[in-house]
Each structure stands twice: as structure tokens, then as C-alpha cells.
Nanobody, 120 residues
């Protein structure tokens, strides 16, 4: 099992910045990809950014150039630096850890979520 605990959410004004953290524990050796997803009220959960165990990254078009995902393997922690925040970034942000099996299947682990609100 893998446990993921997010922190760093809060209220910020448009144009501001926040950094989210996701601390992983448990069988973290099994995780191939770490990522951040978000879910706004009335909308489906969507991918924000992912980072592989090799360090490759991928971002949603809506956050490219504003958000940066990174990882500190020594601390078993993944970060999401969010700059130039917009009201439409308001959502609950979830940390995700994914294990890719050789069969093509995937096991997902989720954190409890942290609220990010962008408002003046």
C-alpha cells in the first residue's frame, strides 16, 4: 500500500502563487508515475501534471508555463509550484501515485485532497 498526504493549499489572490506538497509513504518503490489532478465543483477530475520516475513531465495545456511539477526522491515528496494563479484554477487538488503493471494495468493511489481557492 501507498499513502499520500497533500499540504499547501489555501486562499490566494489572482496572480499569486502556491506550492503544494505530496508526501508519500509505504510501498513507494512500486510507484512509476506521480501526478497532480484537480476537481472543481460540478466538473470531472482532470490531470494537471505528472512526473515519471525518470523525471519526465507532462502538463495540461491550461497550466503550461504557469505550473511546475518536481520531485525530491530523498524526501519521497512531489511538489506542484503554481504561479500566476487564475480563478479558474480553483479546485480540490489531489496527489496521485500510479503503478504500471507489465500487463498494461494500472493501480492508482490517491491523497485526501487539498483545497486551492483563487479569489480577490
Amino acid at each position: 500500500q501507498v499513502q499520500l498526504v497533500e499540504s499547501g493549499g489555501g486562499l490566494v489572490q489572482p496572480g499569486g502563487s502556491l506550492r503544494l506538497s505530496c508526501a508519500a509513504s509505504g510501498s513507494i518503490f512500486s510507484i512509476n508515475v506521480m501526478g497532480w489532478y484537480r476537481q472543481a465543483p460540478g466538473k470531472q477530475r482532470e490531470l494537471v501534471a505528472v512526473i515519471t520516475d525518470g523525471g519526465s513531465t507532462n502538463y495540461a495545456d491550461s497550466v503550461k508555463g504557469r505550473f511546475t511539477i518536481s520531485r525530491d526522491n530523498a524526501k519521497n515528496t512531489v511538489y506542484l509550484q503554481m504561479n500566476s494563479l487564475k480563478p479558474e484554477d480553483t479546485a480540490v487538488y489531489y496527489c496521485n501515485g500510479a503503478r504500471m503493471w507489465t500487463t498494461g494495468a494500472k493501480t492508482d493511489y490517491w491523497g485526501q485532497g487539498t483545497q486551492v481557492t483563487v479569489s480577490s
